[in-house]
Structure formats: C-alpha cells, structure tokens
C-alpha cells in the first residue's frame, strides 16, 4: 500500500512567515517563510516516508465561491510583499528537492487537496494532508488523515475519526456543519451572529446538521432562535462555502506524485543558494563518484606537485620569478585561530606544496621572505585570510594584487558560491573536488595525508589559473577595474592589517559589567516574582503567558498553536497595562547582553595579546558593505544605556592614549540627496537642517516649531524606510500603526519629495532596460528577476533596484574614506592606528600629542572621500574608551 501527502501550501507558508523571525539572506532576499516551511518538510518526509507527494496553492484571488459570494474572504488584509515574494522561491525549492506542486485558476488549495485525496483513498491509498486550516478535518475517513500544525508549524496533531469524535464529539463530515453555524471570520464566512464554537457544537449534538437545526427552531428560544431564523440563508451559505469540493480537474497523475527521495545536488544547491546552511547539513547528498572525489574531477590536465623538503627547496626558489597563484589552506572559520594546512605556490605548468613545519625551517627562509616582498606582486585566493593564517604563524605576508575570491565578489555579489569548485563549475574549467569531498564536515572532518593533501590543492590552484585570465577580461568589459584595484584591493590589505593590530579590551571591566548585569538582573526577577505573586520559570513562553494573561488576566494580543504569545512585539503592546511587563523586557535585555555580549566577548579574547581579533568580510553583503565576525563588532546594541557601557571595555593598547570615533551623519540620506536630486533633501543638507524635522515639515505641511516628537518619529522611520525599500506592512509594524495609515504617510512623504518618486520610477526603468544597477562607483549589482511575468520576483527586484545604489554608495564612500585615512596617517607619519569600522564609524586609538591634529584630520579626510551636490558631514568624538569616544 502506498502513502500519500498533500500539503496546503498556503498555510502552511502563511503560518511560517508570521511564526519566524524576520529572515533574510545576504543579497536581502526575505526567507524566513521558506525556511520555516523546507524545515516543516523536511521532517515530514523523514518521519512519513511517502512514496507520493504534492503541495497545492491556491492560484489566485477569485474561485467559484466569489460567484455566489463575493465577499468570500473579503476581510483579508493584502498579502505583506515580505511574503509574497517567497512564494516563487518556494515552488523553485520544491522543483530542486524533485516534488511535484500543483494550481489551478478558479480554486483554492484545499479544493486540489480535497479532489486528490479522494482520488487516492478510491484506489485503496494512504493519505496524510497536512495543513493549518481546520476546515481540512472534513476530509478524514479511514484512509485519510489530516495533521495540523501547532507551535507555528514546528510539530502537527495528527486527527483521525476517532481524534474529531473526541475533540468535538461529531464525525468528519459534520465539519462543513460547525462552520455553517459559526462561521469562520479568517474567511469572512458570516455564520450565525451569536453562535460560536461552544454553541454550535451543542447544537449539532442535538441536531446533527445545519438542515435539522433550521427545520426545528421551534424547539429553541430566545435571542439564539431568533439570530437562527433570520440568518438561516447565511447558515446554509456559509456551509456551502465551507464545503471543499473534490472533483478539481487535476492534472497531475498518481506517476507525477511519485516521490523516491530528495534529488540531491539539485536540491543541495537550492539550499546553498537561500543560505539554510543548517538545513543543508540535515541532508546526505552525493557528490559524484567516489574516484572523481578522490581525483577532485577529470576535466582538468594532471597536475605535477612538489612537495618542498631540504633536498627539493632549491626548485622552488629557482621558480619563484614564475610564481602566478598561491594559496594558504587553513581550516577553521575564525582566522586568527585557523590551523595551517600547507601553502601551494603556483607556476604555469608545476605546483609546490609547503607543509606548516617546512614553512618554520630555516632553509624556507628565501621562500618566507618572497612572501613579505611587497614589491612582488602577487595572485591567489582569499589572500585577506592567507594574511591573517601566515601572521599568526610568524610570517610576513605583503604585495598582494590580484585576489580571485574578490573579483567574483565583485563580478557576481549574489553568488553565494564563492569556493573555488564553485567558480571552477561556474567557468566550465572542469570538475574540482569540493572541500568537505576531501577533508569531510563536521566531526568527520580530518586532515588527508600530505599525497592527497598536495594532489587537491594543486588542482585548486591550477583551476584558478584558467580563471584568473577570465576574470581579468570581465573586470575590464563591466568598467571595474578602478573599483577592484583602487578600492577593494587596497582596502583588504588595510583590513588586513586593522585585524592583526586588533582592540584591547580591559577584561576586569567586562567582568564588572557582567556582576553589574547579574545584579540588575537579580533585581528584576525579585520585582517580577513580586508583581506577579509567585514564582515561576521566566524563560518559559507557557509560564509567562499563564502569568500575564490567566493570572493578570492582561488583554490577549496574540495566540500560537500551543497557547499565548509572549514575544516582543506582543510585550511592546502590554507594556502600559502593567509594570510587570516592563521588567520582563528589562530582564530579557539584559539577558542577552550578559550571555552574548559580556561571555561572548571574554571567549574572543586572544590568549596571546588580551585583545579582540575582529575579522572584516569584504566578499558576503551584495550591497557592498563589511560584515565583522568573531567577534561581531558591528552588533554591539548601543540603543540601551546597558548596551553602550559594553562599550567602556574597549580601551587603547597603549598607556595615556585616547580613542576617537569618527562618524558619517545621516550618510544613506546624503547619498540619496545626489542620487534623486531632489529640492527639499539638497536644502536640508545644504543648510544642515535636522533631516527628519525637515521630512516631518513637508510631509504634514507644519512648520518647524510645529513638529512634535511623534511626528519625528514617524518622519525618521520612512526616511530610512525608504532607503531600505519599506513596505505599508514594514512601516506599520515599525509604527505600531495599521497598514493603510502607513499607505497613507508613504505617499505623503512621495507628494512632498517628487524628486525621490522621480529617481525610484528611473531606476527601475534603468535596471529594467540594463538588468543591473550600480554605486557611483561603478559597483553592480545584477537583478535577473527585474523583468519576470511573476509580480513577487518582479517586485523585490524593483525594491532592490532602488536601493542599492543608496545603500551601495554608502558602503563604498566609507570604505574610501579608509583608503584616504591610512594614507593620511603615513604620510604625516603618525603613531595613531585606525582599528574599527562600524557601519558609518571609524575607531582610532590616538597618542595624546597627535590629539588636535587627529581630531581635525580624520572628519576632514573622510568628508573629502566622494564629492556630492550635498556635503558629507562626519562627526567626531574621544575618550578613554570606546564608550566615552562615542
């Protein structure tokens, strides 16, 4: 016998969006639909192990039912584009793992499912329909069941025939019964005014249908009876339109169904390409033959290796002039404690191998001293990385010119894979084993032997000479050489060189910090025990709820599948009902400053210099921008007081010295200025008004005295909302105000700065007409979907279209100003080291003597990086620490 299930694709990805937190991936695609549902899915074929499967969605607005209804589920609000977008990401993913979906014009989902579920219940099948609607559980018979999501949609409560007669005491059937009488208002189902569930299954007990409930009314009374009569013809409408009707012309056949697994590199792909790195590992694909991983491939020629010992060292000194590509192999995701795995230096036609302890012997001496030329220029892969990997063995590292990795960056920021097999595959140079091929992952990972070690990375190096030459000419052919040699490349070195020099971080301040946390936290706990007049385990979301909602009997913002929602946003909204729930939210705060950023912070302390080692990603945000890891610096929350003072442990590395901060005001909005030439922004900055006083001004046509701290507020959210391509959704949810209040103040703003309409509605002409847009420094970014028939892809790219540029612009103006800043200390040879960047802001440790020209050199240098119709203004502070420098 064989198993079928049939997934409500709508619900279930509805559910997930608004059950996950907001998620998106680094080219700012959202995902936290897909990814909610892919998990869902991935448990179900696990668990199950259909031998058939399909997801039905629902094709459009209008079905049938509109026909004798029109105000079928008219109360709906419109889907948010954060989720409509990832309705085609998701009929892609199910098209990658090799299952079959299906839609029809005119019908719902549940109708697909309703039909194909008879279908194979006729032929003597199994199925499982899974789905948040209850409207579903008429479906169940012996041979169907229907599994409905709970907890968003991380588990399902299977129900049977014998699960409906004990949760409601009717069979399946009865059902479209309950609804007729209750009504159902997601659907806007009318029902019978007054009749909720409680009654309507009373009555049906009694009963048994909608029918026989309407034929003996008389043997009721009061204001039910009367409700009843006058709204019969609603009651049999409204069951009518619970009915799922079950003869859709399908045309998907039991063959097209069949399922015999997930389709391996396809669907591997597809999860790479949304970055579910954690769903990815919960999956075994084959990657090819096991010779072709032991070979990595066998398009390419053989590869020649010399392993470098005493007696073959002099080859290689001999062919280091013909050097064209190294690569330092390191394992480990933090390079300041990554593991040397050996370096490969690269001619032509011949690759040497140096191992770790061969890099230590004296012999290599004219090798380590290649490395640290500057003069030699060189090429390779990551050298950002090999930098930072032969620093912390002692090796100098310098002359780099030409980083690949980089350069398909730049040529393709979207690309997520950036690994040498990758771009090997993407160029069609041939086969190349993938890393986790050779070493393995996770707890399998281990270190082959110095064969077959040499025999992979030699036949990554000779992979990327057959690129480096292809890269060159597209560099060339899309105008970015000024912005990959001149910017990019400098900057990596810089980055570098910040990264090595690192932060010195006063450990017994983080220490007193975290006492001063814990006290604090103490504190809020005895008050919220106290408020609450019991104890109770405050990181329980079912305690909490039972406390605030059963025991304070505070106003019920929001329910889950498993009880009542305590999260944030629902938090936010109790705040001024009572002061127990602003204690919980103090306690919560503090929470996750103590763990993430106060013990997150003293594990990333270097043994060896006490300081904090950041590392700064040049290749993973399409917009452009650096992304800082171990630890994340750039994430430090300074909106809490609490927050800021993590800030106070940042401190100079010398005695006496200061740090200085230094950053760009309202950048984003600057740039957008230029960009939309608008009027009204340009006036603002060239007359160095308040930005968002002035957008308040304009969009409620008040004068500046006039402008109140909630119009402000309201002004400040879409000026940066607008920036980032804000949806009506988006900015009701940042507003607390309803979608079409948000609707409204969108246009507004738009009727009062025309020359940002102007710009919005000519860049995506532009990116249409090109398929890119770019920075104003010629960085791109390609938007494949710009001109796709379906909206939701069409959409996002117009949003990214238009806010790339600004955002991208940003990015790279901060990034000059680093260029100019490190010049700038050489050339007036100064002491002072530039350590961070942070969004907008460049951190410095400054000597005392070089604090007056410092304090005028850095905003000057970094106002002077790109010349707008607006000026740059760059803001700049000091102090002892980092907390007091801002």
Same mark, same amino acid.
């Given at each position: 016998m064989e198993k079928l299930i049939l997934i409500d694709g709508n619900s279930i990805i509805y559910r997930a969006f608004f059950a996950m937190p907001p998620l998106t991936s680094s080219s700012g695609v959202h995902t936290n639909a897909v990814y909610g549902f892919t998990n869902m899915l991935l448990r179900l074929l696990q668990e199950e192990e259909p031998s058939h499967i399909l997801v039905a969605f629902d094709a459009g607005k209008e079905t049938f039912r509109h026909e004798g209804y029109q105000d079928y589920k008219g109360g709906r609000e419109k889907t948010p584009p954060e989720l409509s977008e990832q309705f085609p990401i998701m009929r892609e993913l199910l098209q990658s793992f090799g299952i079959a979906w299906f839609e029809l014009p005119g019908y719902e989902a549940d109708d697909i499912i309703g039909t194909m579920s008879k279908q194979a219940e006729e032929a003597g099948n199994n199925v499982l329909v899974?789905?948040?609607?209850?409207?579903? #559980?008429? %479906?169940?018979?012996?041979?169907?069941?229907?599994?409905?999501?709970?907890?968003?949609?991380?588990?399902?409560?299977?129900?049977?025939?014998?699960?409906?007669?004990?949760?409601?005491?009717?069979?399946?059937?009865?059902?479209?019964? &309950?609804?007729? &009488?209750?009504?159902?208002?997601?659907?806007?189902?009318?029902?019978?005014?007054?009749?909720?569930?409680?009654?309507?299954?009373?009555?049906?007990?009694?009963?048994?249908?909608?029918?026989?409930?309407?034929?003996?009314?008389?043997?009721?009374?009061?204001?039910?009876?009367?409700?009843?009569?006058?709204?019969a013809e609603d009651a049999r409408m409204s069951k009518q339109l619970a009915t799922i009707f079950r003869e859709v012309p399908v045309e998907r056949s039991w063959g097209d169904m069949a399922?015999?697994?997930?389709?391996?590199?396809? /669907?591997?792909?597809?999860?790479?390409?949304?970055?579910?790195?954690?769903?990815?590992?919960?999956?075994?694909?084959?990657?090819?033959?096991?010779?072709?991983?032991? @070979?990595?491939?066998?398009?390419?020629?053989?590869?020649?290796?010399?392993?470098?010992? /005493?007696?073959?060292?002099?080859?290689?000194?001999?062919?280091l002039p013909q050097v064209q590509n190294m690569m330092v192999e390191s394992y480990g995701e933090n390079p300041h404690q990554a593991v040397l795995m050996g370096v490969i230096l690269s001619t032509e036609d011949h690759h040497f191998y140096l191992s770790p302890e061969i890099l230590q012997a004296e012999y290599a001496s004219p090798v380590i001293k290649w490395l640290g030329d500057e003069s030699i220029k060189k090429h390779g892969y990551d050298l950002h990385r090999a930098d930072l990997t032969l620093h912390w063995q002692g090796v100098a590292f310098g002359g780099a010119e030409y980083d690949i990795q980089l350069a /398909?960056?730049? =040529?393709?920021?979207?690309? @997520?894979?950036?690994?040498?097999?990758?771009?090997?595959?993407?160029?069609?140079?041939?086969?190349?084993?993938?890393?986790?091929?050779?070493?393995?992952?996770? /707890?399998?990972?281990?270190?082959?032997?110095?064969?077959?070690?040499?025999?992979?990375?030699?036949?990554?190096?000779?992979?990327?000479?057959?690129?480096?030459?292809?890269?060159?000419?597209? %560099?060339?052919?899309?105008?970015? @050489?000024?912005?990959?040699?001149? %910017?990019?490349?400098?900057?990596?070195?810089?980055?570098?060189?910040?990264?090595?020099?690192?932060?010195?971080?006063?450990?017994?301040?983080?220490?007193? %910090?975290?006492?001063?946390?814990?006290?604090?936290?103490?504190?809020?706990?005895?008050?919220?025990?106290?408020?609450?007049?019991?104890?109770?385990?405050?990181?329980?979301?079912?305690? =909490?709820?039972?406390?605030?909602?059963?025991? #304070?009997?505070?106003?019920?913002?929001?329910?889950?599948?498993?009880?009542?929602?305590?999260?944030?946003?629902? =938090?936010?909204?109790?705040?001024?009902?009572?002061?127990?729930?602003?204690?919980? #939210?103090?306690?919560?705060? =503090?929470?996750?400053?103590?763990?993430?950023?106060?013990?997150?912070?003293?594990?990333?302390?270097?043994?060896?210099?006490?300081?904090?080692?950041?590392?700064?990603r040049q290749t993973i945000a399409a917009t452009g921008r650096l992304s800082s890891q171990f630890p994340n610096l750039q994430n430090i929350p300074i909106r809490l007081e609490e927050g800021r003072k993590i800030r106070k442990a940042f401190i100079p590395s010398e005695e006496g010295w200061f740090m200085l901060s230094a950053d760009y005001s309202q950048i984003e909005l600057r740039v957008l200025a230029h960009i939309s030439r608008d009027k009204g922004l340009q006036e603002a900055f060239l007359h160095d008004m308040d930005i968002h006083t002035k957008t308040a001004m304009d969009v409620f046509g008040v004068a500046a005295d006039q402008v109140d701290a909630n119009m402000r507020r309201s002004a400040k959210a879409v000026n940066f909302g607008i920036v980032y391509g804000i949806s009506d959704y988006g900015l009701s949810q940042n507003l607390n105000i309803t979608r079409k209040e948000a609707a409204r103040f969108i246009d507004q703003y738009f009727d009062a700065f025309e020359g940002v309409r102007a710009y919005m509605d000519d860049i995506v002409k532009e990116a249409k007409h090109n398929g890119y847009v770019k920075t104003l420094l010629e960085r791109r970014r390609y938007l494949p979907e710009i001109n796709a028939s379906n909206f939701n892809l069409r959409s996002f790219a117009e949003r990214t279209a238009m806010n790339t540029p600004i955002q991208g612009t940003a990015a790279d103006i901060i990034k000059l100003a680093m260029i100019l800043m490190d010049d700038a200390l050489r050339e007036h040879n100064l002491k002072s080291r530039m350590l961070l960047q942070v969004h907008d802001e460049l951190v410095f440790e400054v000597p005392p003597e070089e604090m007056e020209l410092m304090t005028t050199l850095v905003p000057r240098t970094m106002e002077r990086a790109l010349e707008l119709l607006v000026p740059l203004k760059a803001e700049v502070s000091s102090g002892v620490n980092w907390y007091e420098a801002k």
């Open positions: 899974v789905t948040g609607d209850k409207d579903m #559980l008429q %479906l169940v018979s012996d041979r169907v069941k229907v599994a409905l999501t709970r907890k968003g949609i991380t588990e399902v409560e299977p129900y049977g025939v014998q699960e409906i007669e004990e949760r409601y005491g009717l069979r399946p059937e009865q059902i479209i019964d &309950l609804k007729g &009488l209750m009504g159902d208002a997601s659907d806007n189902i009318p029902g019978v005014p007054g009749i909720g569930e409680k009654t309507a299954l009373k009555l049906l007990h009694q009963f048994g249908s909608v029918e026989e409930v309407l034929a003996r009314t008389d043997e009721l009374k009061g204001k039910m009876k009367e409700n009843l009569v006058s709204h399922f015999s697994g997930v389709l391996g590199e396809p /669907a591997a792909q597809m999860l790479r390409k949304l970055e579910f790195k954690s769903l990815l590992e919960r999956l075994s694909f084959a990657h090819g033959s096991d010779e072709e991983a032991e @070979n990595g491939g066998q398009s390419l020629k053989e590869v020649q290796v010399t392993i470098i010992n /005493a007696e073959t060292i002099q080859q290689l000194v001999e062919a /398909a960056y730049l =040529l393709d920021p979207t690309n @997520n894979d950036q690994t040498v097999s990758g771009l090997a595959a993407k160029y069609g140079i041939g086969a190349v084993a993938a890393d986790e091929e050779v070493y393995g992952k996770g /707890a399998k990972f281990k270190v082959p032997d110095q064969d077959r070690l040499s025999q992979h990375l030699a036949r990554k190096s000779a992979a990327l000479l057959q690129i480096l030459p292809l890269q060159k000419e597209e %560099l060339e052919q899309v105008e970015m @050489n000024r912005l990959f040699y001149e %910017l990019e490349m400098p900057l990596s070195r810089i980055l570098a060189d910040m990264e090595k020099q690192g932060v010195a971080v006063n450990r017994d301040t983080l220490i007193d %910090l975290g006492a001063e946390f814990e006290a604090q936290i103490s504190t809020l706990i005895a008050k919220i025990y106290e408020r609450a007049g019991l104890e109770f385990n405050l990181n329980s979301p079912k305690q =909490l709820g039972e406390v605030l909602f059963d025991k #304070l009997q505070l106003p019920v913002i929001k329910k889950t599948k498993t009880g009542y929602s305590t999260d944030a946003e629902v =938090l936010e909204k109790l705040a001024p009902y009572h002061d127990i729930v602003q204690y919980i #939210l103090e306690y919560r705060q =503090l929470a996750k400053l103590q763990s993430t950023y106060i013990e997150g912070l003293l594990k990333e302390i270097h043994p060896k210099t006490g300081k904090v080692h950041t590392y700064f």
